[in-house]
């Protein structure tokens, strides 16, 4: 039993009662996890959870010696992105909000915004207020320097320069309170990077026109180009420090079509030989940034590869002490002998743990879901096959518990993006259909990132086309082993998966018998013009790369946009779409229902007030859950 910690029970009390029932009530699975995440403070003394009580969210704090309560703090509706300590008497907490700026041509976004919180005192403030900013809003998460014996945090927010807004770089003094300019933007920075010292060391530039990337140094006082890439598509990424504070390593794809990490340095030392990318790969740092290794997700197996012999030892030890278990590093402090982890059984919930080195123990700090329990999970197990075309295929089939996998209903379930992934992660989503009675595939179809460029570049240029069969490909060998039965399939999507579900009732008929669209693209031509004036002539790259058009007026746009071709339906359509959707706008869901209601076929539209693209809210996200499980067994009842 994997019991959550009191403390935090009691903090996010209120919505937690669990039904004796075999199954779990929907509610169980559609409200915000009961823990979002932790943090550890530097010197290991205290954690730090955004914890909730399945719609509202809380920070709490508690001292990890005598497990008293140093704070809670209530944030409401606040759509907390991030907590991290930046020392052990103080939080940086992001946060974002939907938002118009008028200074800001298409300022309707997701904004961030960031603030301080001085657990003693129980005192938090917007982290730029008495600053030279032009706004609150902040990018990305600050990172937190020692300076002259002074805790320091550097966020990236903007400065008005003529009709320009910049990113600059901004500096916080946590004693006094003074926030200054450290360095002005470029009229094209991206990103910045300060060193463990709390130095600039690096900015990266791109002109989304040109297609023009820069990575610039500083060096005595004055910027130069390290790096210059012409990069209309694909452009490199400044990832952070290497593995001293004047190294600066950057991402990028090779001419012959690999990625590699390469380095470039402040000092005059020969940077070291460049890291090949595998799957996934994502950096793994220590507290003051410097680079320590890296992780990458191969096929379903969890994979870190630390510099240091005495960190890879270490980790091995903490993953053999939970057989069978996925354990992901979560955060650690600042020695890295305290370690936090999250781990996901087979057959439980995914649970936080604390990892001592010194005392050589571990203990639960608490389940994501705790009103989840073993007998709610339902079994989820990797899934391969082969596309019409031979393209191997993976992905994940969910079995309900309970029930002989023979004749099954089944949910497709495609995930959004397209350039990502479905993980061994646990998904409360599948879960929650699953626990309904049915089975759910989710299928990593063509154009799915992670899985190395052959797989992600066979999916250019066949958005409506094979991306869609791929998922259909899936039902048919479901039914031809005899674990589903293909007259009882539905399709279930959000993003891209939600495009995904409008095709597999419009453009690949004959697989459906009903087909959920959450925060769906029906729309091409539109998708493209929003992403144009958000992101530039980069939007219209990327979007025909996949589509295949030359052009916005190609008409194989029209030909694979659901919008178009709404008289071809042949099953009831449900359109779920929020209001505050910054990255697929709602009228491509309310268009949508115009064209299907112009052409007599059945569907349902809800529309979310203070939605957004990922469901951040605790409401909406349950209401997204309940909408679409009673519209799929009202057209495919699980018995």
Same mark, same amino acid.
């Given at each position: 039993?994997?019991? +959550?910690?009191?403390?935090?029970?009691?903090?996010?009390?209120?919505?937690?009662?669990?039904?004796?029932? *075999?199954?779990?009530?929907?509610?169980?699975?559609?409200?915000?996890?009961?823990?979002? #995440?932790?943090?550890?403070?530097?010197?290991?003394? *205290?954690?730090?959870?955004?914890?909730?009580?399945?719609?509202?969210? +809380?920070?709490?704090?508690?001292?990890?010696?005598?497990?008293?309560?140093?704070?809670?703090?209530?944030?409401?509706?606040?759509?907390?992105?991030?907590?991290?300590?930046?020392?052990?008497?103080?939080?940086?907490?992001?946060?974002?909000?939907?938002?118009?700026?008028?200074?800001?041509? %298409?300022?309707?976004?997701?904004?961030?915004?960031?603030?301080?919180?001085?657990?003693?005192?129980?005192?938090?403030?917007?982290?730029?207020?008495?600053?030279?900013?032009?706004?609150? =809003?902040?990018?990305?998460?600050?990172?937190?320097?020692?300076?002259?014996?002074?805790? =320091?945090?550097?966020?990236?927010?903007?400065?008005?320069?003529?009709?320009?807004?910049?990113?600059?770089?901004?500096?916080?003094?946590?004693?006094?309170?003074?926030?200054?300019?450290? #360095?002005?933007?470029?009229? &094209?920075?991206?990103?910045?990077?300060?060193?463990?010292?709390?130095?600039?060391?690096?900015?990266?530039?791109? %002109?989304?026109?040109?297609?023009?990337?820069?990575?610039?140094?500083?060096?005595?006082?004055?910027?130069?180009?390290?790096?210059?890439?012409?990069?209309?598509?694909?452009?490199?990424?400044?990832?952070?420090?290497?593995?001293?504070?004047?190294?600066?390593?950057?991402?990028?794809?090779? !001419?012959?079509?690999?990625?590699?990490?390469?380095?470039?340095?402040?000092?005059?030392?020969?940077?070291?030989?460049?890291?090949?990318?595998?799957?996934?790969?994502?950096?793994?740092?220590?507290?003051?940034?410097?680079?320590?290794?890296?992780?990458?997700?191969?096929?379903?197996?969890?994979?870190?590869?630390?510099?240091?012999?005495? &960190?890879?030892?270490?980790?091995?030890?903490?993953?053999?002490?939970?057989?069978?278990?996925?354990?992901?590093?979560?955060?650690?402090?600042?020695?890295?002998?305290?370690?936090?982890?999250?781990?996901?059984?087979?057959?439980?919930?995914?649970?936080?743990?604390?990892?001592?080195?010194?005392?050589?123990?571990?203990?639960?700090?608490?389940?994501?879901?705790?009103?989840?329990?073993?007998?709610?999970?339902?079994?989820?197990?990797?899934?391969?096959?082969?596309?019409?075309?031979?393209?191997?295929?993976?992905?994940?089939?969910?079995?309900?518990?309970?029930?002989?996998?023979?004749?099954?209903?089944?949910?497709?379930?495609?995930?959004?993006?397209?350039?990502?992934?479905?993980?061994?992660?646990? !998904?409360?989503?599948?879960?929650?259909?699953?626990?309904?009675?049915?089975?759910?595939?989710?299928? %990593?179809?063509?154009?799915?990132?992670?899985?190395?460029?052959?797989?992600?570049?066979?999916?250019?240029?066949?958005?409506?086309?094979? =991306?869609?069969?791929?998922?259909?490909?899936?039902?048919?060998?479901?039914?031809?082993?005899?674990? +589903?039965?293909?007259?009882?399939?539905?399709?279930?999507?959000?993003?891209?998966?939600?495009?995904?579900?409008?095709?597999? *009732?419009?453009?690949?008929?004959?697989?459906?018998?009903?087909?959920?669209?959450?925060?769906?693209?029906?729309?091409?031509?539109?998708?493209?013009?929003?992403?144009?004036?958000?992101?530039?002539?980069?939007?219209?790259?990327?979007?025909?790369?996949?589509?295949?058009?030359?052009?916005?007026?190609?008409?194989?746009?029209?030909?694979?946009?659901?919008?178009?071709?709404? #008289?071809?339906?042949?099953?009831?359509?449900?359109?779920?779409?929020?209001?505050?959707?910054?990255?697929?706008?709602?009228?491509?869901?309310?268009?949508?229902?115009?064209?299907?209601?112009?052409?007599?076929?059945?569907?349902?539209?809800?529309?979310?007030?203070?939605?957004?693209?990922?469901?951040?809210?605790?409401?909406?996200?349950?209401?997204?859950?309940?909408?679409? =499980?009673?519209?799929?067994?009202?057209? %495919?009842?699980?018995?």
């Amino acid at each position: 039993m994997r019991s +959550i910690l009191a403390w935090v029970a009691c903090a996010a009390a209120g919505l937690l009662a669990v039904t004796p029932a *075999a199954a779990a009530p929907l509610e169980a699975y559609g409200r915000l996890p009961t823990i979002e #995440s932790v943090a550890i403070s530097p010197s290991g003394h *205290a954690v730090a959870m955004v914890a909730t009580n399945g719609e509202q969210r +809380i920070i709490a704090v508690q001292d990890l010696a005598t497990k008293a309560s140093l704070l809670n703090g209530y944030t409401g509706d606040e759509k907390v992105r991030g907590v991290q300590w930046a020392d052990d008497r103080r939080l940086i907490l992001v946060s974002s909000r939907t938002s118009t700026s008028f200074e800001i041509l %298409n300022g309707n976004r997701e904004w961030f915004f960031g603030s301080l919180v001085d657990v003693p005192a129980k005192k938090m403030s917007p982290m730029m207020r008495n600053s030279k900013s032009d706004f609150q =809003m902040i990018f990305g998460l600050p990172a937190a320097r020692t300076r002259a014996g002074k805790t =320091m945090v550097f966020p990236e927010a903007i400065l008005i320069k003529g009709d320009r807004a910049r990113i600059s770089l901004f500096g916080i003094d946590l004693d006094n309170g003074t926030n200054r300019l450290v #360095s002005e933007g470029a009229p &094209d920075t991206r990103n910045w990077l300060v060193d463990t010292d709390g130095e600039v060391l690096a900015r990266e530039q791109y %002109n989304s026109g040109s297609g023009l990337w820069v990575l610039q140094l500083r060096r005595g006082g004055l910027w130069t180009d390290a790096v210059r890439v012409s990069a209309p598509l694909d452009p490199p990424r400044m990832l952070g420090m290497g593995r001293d504070k004047d190294s600066v390593i950057y991402g990028i794809r090779t !001419d012959d079509g690999r990625s590699e990490w390469r380095e470039v340095r402040r000092d005059d030392n020969a940077p070291v030989a460049p890291i090949p990318v595998g799957p996934a790969q994502s950096s793994i740092r220590a507290r003051d940034g410097l680079l320590l290794g890296y992780y990458n997700l191969v096929g379903d197996e969890d994979v870190y590869t630390f510099f240091d012999p005495e &960190d890879q030892r270490v980790w091995r030890a903490v993953t053999a002490a939970y057989p069978g278990q996925r354990v992901v590093l979560h955060d650690w402090t600042a020695d890295r002998r305290k370690i936090v982890v999250l781990v996901e059984s087979p057959s439980e919930a995914p649970a936080f743990a604390l990892v001592d080195l010194e005392t050589r123990s571990a203990r639960w700090l608490g389940e994501q879901f705790a009103s989840l329990k073993a007998n709610d999970i339902s079994d989820r197990k990797p899934f391969r096959f082969k596309a019409a075309d031979g393209l191997d295929l993976p992905g994940y089939l969910t079995l309900p518990r309970g029930r002989e996998p023979k004749g099954l209903p089944l949910i497709v379930f495609p995930h959004g993006g397209p350039a990502v992934r479905d993980t061994p992660d646990f !998904d409360w989503w599948a879960q929650g259909m699953a626990s309904r009675g049915y089975a759910v595939l989710q299928v %990593n179809y063509r154009g799915s990132d992670g899985l190395g460029s052959r797989h992600l570049e066979a999916g250019y240029g066949e958005w409506g086309r094979k =991306m869609q069969t791929d998922l259909s490909d899936g039902v048919r060998r479901l039914a031809a082993l005899g674990v +589903i039965d293909p007259a009882r399939v539905c399709i279930v999507g959000a993003s891209y998966g939600g495009y995904a579900a409008l095709a597999g *009732a419009t453009l690949d008929r004959g697989v459906y018998r009903c087909a959920v669209s959450v925060a769906g693209v029906s729309d091409l031509s539109g998708l493209i013009g929003f992403g144009v004036g958000r992101s530039g002539p980069a939007a219209t790259r990327y979007w025909t790369r996949f589509i295949g058009a030359e052009s916005r007026d190609d008409p194989v746009i029209a030909r694979y946009s659901p919008l178009h071709l709404a #008289s071809a339906a042949d099953a009831p359509i449900l359109l779920i779409h929020g209001k505050d959707d910054t990255v697929v706008p709602a009228d491509q869901s309310q268009r949508m229902a115009e064209a299907l209601s112009k052409a007599g076929k059945p569907h349902e539209l809800i529309l979310q007030k203070g939605a957004d693209h990922w469901l951040s809210r605790g409401d909406t996200r349950l209401e997204t859950l309940t909408a679409t =499980m009673a519209f799929v067994e009202k057209h %495919n009842p699980p018995h």
